[in-house]
């Protein structure tokens, strides 16, 4: 059974006076003890909401999200007891308390897994930075070894998930694909899940076991990385893929995706995809294509 | 080791700077003198603030610098006794305010939903009412008491602070380091005492700075009217108050008076420099000026 299955998920933002937005319109995922699944997609598509949905940071509208057989609760103003899927955010800036040492912040990670064995030290040592780092606080640090640092809090906890919310995309060049590995190699050390959401494919290939691919509030294709990435079969991984820069010294610009992500306020009538896609049938301007693994009309499963 | 490196790194950075304008140098000097005299009045004052020895409304001259008033009482002594007064009461009540404001609206502007209806409801019916008149009304149903009068200050004071620190915490409260702190586990007290509060404490002590010069005429204010000290009390709002009674002899208005706005300019310039030093955009545009 997997760690963490999330079904036919619907999450919307509701704000006054405004309709409400289906940031996620009935995804459905899993994630296995020990395994890797890179989340991508382009951004305003809801790959943050579902990750946010994950944790309880966003209220569900409809549709389960179960964690190791108990469906995940919101959090609300009770201590949190479901400390086993733990969370590395976006912004390395924005993660660590400005005005803690850093040592005391992975302690608080420490203090939840009930681990009096381990020093803060430790940890950072196992993200790769020096150990004493711990008596720093967090301004003496680049966006990196920020987000080292919150990736050390958050497996001091001993998370039986990781989540990963964009937590490369505000980095360097030079720190992204290693931040990346350093996720995964801690992850499956630890036999945990990992969730790993980032728009950029190229790095998600490097570390992932599975890739979904996520479009306007849906999945629209999962497989394995290998398989997706040699084979890709909806139209959106395609252009997605195709979109990639190569590096092959011709200075020739990706093939571009036509148009912009429609607004998930009013979607498109039948596949949501249908308005962008070279392959448009009349029936997928009619019927919206919720099968899978590939949600589109031309891979029908038979 | 350093408690906290970044505060006091950023201070030290930033303070020389805005502490080399003159008012900032006034502002010091003034607040320091005047601590100096609250603490050391009974050495400093030439006679006894309440002994009724002197002649009667004497002009200011040798012996008696300041004059002395109907009761032939040194007008230096008592305002030098009223800093002992006037600035720890004042400073009590901004203590006091910051704390119940700012703990309240802390509360407001992280439980949200009906905590924070009730709480900014409340404080937006203290606002509603002038300042000066709500407290006035306090302190006469409460009775004419220097202790009431600053429990009636304390009333009026509390929602600004309850106001800004909603606003900070409903900034903060969503950042991902108080987030990361609830999935590890925080009780939302933790995450309160831990996470929130000390990121919002800087905006909120330059508001207090700024504040004791308000405080302190509020204070002072309704002892004139009186409903704080009473006489013998050497109050400076007060001593004011007996000044009007003999308004051809302005020495005996005139100094009290002079030592209230001593002190509220002190607290003001302090304040201004703290929000310059803390603020780099008025800094910056201090350091622009300068040049």
Same mark, same amino acid.
């Given at each position: 059974?997997?760690?963490?299955?999330?079904?036919?998920?619907?999450?919307?933002?509701?704000?006054?006076?405004?309709?409400?937005?289906?940031?996620?319109?009935?995804?459905?995922?899993?994630?296995?003890?020990?395994?890797?699944?890179?989340?991508?997609?382009?951004?305003?598509?809801?790959?943050?909401?579902?990750?946010?949905?994950?944790?309880?940071?966003?209220?569900?509208?409809?549709?389960?999200?179960?964690?190791?057989?108990?469906?995940?609760?919101?959090?609300?103003?009770?201590?949190?007891?479901?400390?086993?899927?733990?969370?590395?955010?976006?912004?390395?800036?924005?993660?660590?308390?400005?005005?803690?040492?850093?040592?005391?912040?992975?302690?608080?990670?420490?203090?939840?897994?009930?681990?009096?064995?381990?020093?803060?030290?430790?940890?950072?040592?196992?993200?790769?930075?020096?150990?004493?780092?711990?008596?720093?606080?967090?301004?003496?640090?680049?966006?990196?070894?920020?987000?080292?640092?919150?990736?050390?809090?958050?497996?001091?906890?001993?998370?039986?998930?990781?989540?990963?919310?964009?937590?490369?995309?505000?980095?360097?060049?030079?720190?992204?694909?290693?931040?990346?590995?350093?996720?995964?190699?801690?992850?499956?050390?630890?036999?945990?899940?990992?969730?790993?959401?980032?728009?950029?494919?190229?790095?998600?290939?490097?570390?992932?076991?599975?890739?979904?691919?996520?479009?306007?509030?849906?999945?629209?294709?999962?497989?394995?990385?290998?398989?997706?990435?040699?084979?890709?079969?909806?139209?959106?991984?395609?252009?997605?893929?195709?979109?990639?820069?190569?590096?092959?010294?011709?200075?020739?610009?990706?093939?571009?995706?036509?148009?912009?992500?429609?607004?998930?306020?009013?979607?498109?009538?039948?596949?949501?995809?249908?308005?962008?896609?070279?392959?448009?049938?009349?029936?997928?301007?009619?019927?919206?294509?919720?099968?899978?693994?590939?949600?589109?009309?031309?891979?029908?499963?038979? | 080791?350093?408690?906290?490196?970044?505060?006091?790194?950023?201070?030290?950075?930033?303070?020389?700077?805005?502490?080399?304008?003159?008012?900032? +140098? @006034?502002? *010091?000097? &003034?607040?320091?003198?005047?601590?100096?005299?609250? $603490? #050391?009045?009974? =050495?400093? %004052?030439?006679?006894?603030?309440?002994?009724?020895?002197?002649?009667?409304?004497?002009?200011?001259?040798?012996?008696?610098?300041?004059?002395?008033?109907?009761?032939?009482?040194?007008?230096?002594?008592?305002?030098?006794?009223?800093?002992?007064?006037?600035?720890?009461?004042?400073?009590?009540?901004?203590?006091?305010?910051?704390?119940?404001?700012?703990?309240?609206?802390?509360?407001?502007?992280?439980?949200?939903?009906?905590?924070?209806?009730?709480?900014?409801?409340?404080?937006?019916?203290?606002?509603?009412?002038?300042?000066?008149?709500?407290?006035? +009304? @306090?302190? *006469?149903? &409460?009775?004419?008491?220097?202790?009431?009068?600053? $429990? #009636?200050?304390? =009333?009026? %004071?509390?929602?600004?602070?309850?106001?800004?620190?909603?606003?900070?915490?409903?900034?903060?409260?969503?950042?991902?380091?108080?987030?990361?702190?609830?999935?590890?586990?925080?009780?939302?007290?933790?995450?309160?005492?831990?996470?929130?509060?000390?990121?919002?404490?800087?905006?909120?002590?330059?508001?207090?700075?700024?504040?004791?010069?308000?405080?302190?005429?509020?204070?002072?204010?309704?002892?004139?009217?009186?409903?704080?000290?009473?006489?013998?009390?050497?109050?400076?709002?007060?001593?004011?108050?007996?000044?009007?009674?003999?308004?051809?002899?302005?020495?005996?208005?005139?100094?009290?008076?002079?030592?209230?706005?001593?002190?509220?300019?002190?607290?003001?310039?302090?304040?201004?420099?703290?929000?310059?030093?803390?603020?780099?955009?008025?800094?910056?545009?201090?350091?622009?000026?300068?040049?």
């Amino acid at each position: 059974m997997s760690l963490l299955s999330v079904d036919d998920l619907v999450v919307e933002h509701r704000s006054p006076g405004r309709p409400a937005v289906r940031a996620v319109a009935g995804a459905s995922l899993t994630v296995s003890a020990g395994e890797v699944v890179g989340l991508v997609g382009e951004s305003g598509c809801g790959k943050s909401t579902l990750a946010r949905a994950v944790c309880g940071l966003n209220p569900v509208t409809a549709g389960s999200i179960t964690f190791d057989g108990q469906p995940v609760t919101p959090l609300g103003l009770r201590r949190r007891r479901l400390t086993g899927i733990q969370m590395v955010f976006q912004d390395p800036y924005a993660s660590l308390n400005p005005r803690r040492l850093v040592g005391d912040q992975v302690a608080d990670g420490l203090r939840t897994a009930r681990d009096t064995v381990t020093s803060p030290a430790d940890l950072l040592e196992r993200v790769g930075l020096p150990r004493e780092f711990a008596g720093r606080h967090p301004h003496e640090f680049s966006g990196g070894q920020r987000q080292r640092i919150a990736i050390a809090r958050a497996l001091a906890a001993r998370p039986r998930l990781l989540i990963g919310d964009e937590p490369i995309s505000a980095l360097d060049a030079s720190a992204q694909s290693q931040v990346a590995r350093l996720m995964r190699d801690l992850a499956v050390d630890a036999g945990a899940g990992l969730l790993f959401i980032s728009h950029d494919l190229s790095v998600v290939r490097l570390i992932a076991d599975r890739i979904a691919v996520m479009y306007l509030g849906r999945i629209v294709e999962v497989g394995d990385t290998a398989e997706v990435w040699a084979d890709p079969r909806h139209p959106y991984t395609k252009a997605l893929l195709r979109a990639i820069p190569k590096p092959d010294g011709m200075g020739v610009l990706p093939a571009e995706l036509p148009g912009d992500v429609p607004d998930p306020v009013n979607p498109p009538q039948g596949c949501r995809f249908h308005p962008r896609c070279p392959h448009v049938m009349d029936v997928c301007r009619g019927k919206e294509p919720d099968f899978g693994p590939v949600a589109c009309w031309l891979h029908e499963p038979r | 080791m350093t408690r906290d490196p970044l505060a006091r790194r950023g201070l030290l950075r930033r303070l020389p700077e805005a502490w080399r304008q003159p008012l900032a +140098v @006034v502002g *010091a000097v &003034l607040a320091v003198a005047w601590i100096v005299v609250a $603490l #050391a009045a009974p =050495v400093l %004052a030439p006679h006894d603030p309440l002994a009724q020895d002197l002649p009667r409304l004497a002009a200011p001259g040798p012996g008696h610098w300041f004059g002395t008033d109907q009761l032939g009482r040194d007008i230096l002594s008592r305002v030098l006794h009223g800093a002992r007064v006037s600035i720890p009461l004042t400073l009590l009540l901004v203590t006091l305010s910051v704390l119940i404001g700012g703990l309240l609206g802390a509360c407001a502007g992280y439980f949200g939903r009906w905590v924070d209806e009730t709480i900014m409801r409340v404080a937006d019916l203290v606002f509603a009412f002038p300042t000066v008149i709500l407290a006035m +009304v @306090v302190a *006469a149903a &409460l009775g004419a008491s220097l202790g009431n009068a600053v $429990l #009636a200050v304390l =009333v009026v %004071a509390w929602p600004a602070y309850a106001r800004v620190t909603r606003g900070l915490v409903l900034g903060i409260r969503e950042r991902e380091f108080v987030l990361s702190g609830r999935l590890l586990g925080f009780s939302v007290w933790r995450s309160l005492r831990v996470d929130v509060l000390p990121n919002v404490t800087g905006p909120v002590l330059v508001l207090a700075t700024l504040d004791i010069g308000t405080a302190l005429l509020l204070l002072s204010g309704l002892s004139f009217l009186g409903l704080g000290a009473k006489p013998p009390s050497p109050e400076w709002g007060a001593m004011v108050a007996s000044g009007v009674e003999v308004f051809d002899s302005w020495w005996v208005a005139t100094f009290p008076g002079l030592a209230i706005l001593t002190v509220v300019l002190a607290f003001n310039f302090l304040g201004d420099t703290l929000r310059d030093a803390l603020d780099p955009r008025t800094a910056r545009a201090i350091k622009e000026r300068a040049l």
